[in-house]
């Protein structure tokens, strides 16, 4: 397990089984290009796509430069 910190904020990240990385044992991301199916985290609760080269999200697809602002 990694611990990351930033500031006061603290998240573990963690390697899933599916996707590609956990965060605080309930988040889970399968990061890919714009193409990406949600194949690999199907079924999986709490998880999202995050997409390299689209500008919108929609549903649990969060586009790469947008999931920067969030951790």
């Given at each position: ?11 573990s ?6 996707g ?52």
């Amino acid at each position: 397990m990694v611990r990351l910190y930033m500031g006061n904020l603290r998240f573990s990240l963690t390697l899933p089984r599916f996707g590609d990385f956990m965060v605080d044992e309930t988040y889970v991301f399968e990061v890919g290009g714009p193409s990406k199916t949600s194949e690999q985290i199907q079924g999986v609760p709490n998880a999202y796509l995050v997409e390299d080269d689209i500008k919108f999200g929609n549903g649990k697809k969060i586009p790469l430069w947008l999931f920067g602002f969030l951790f």
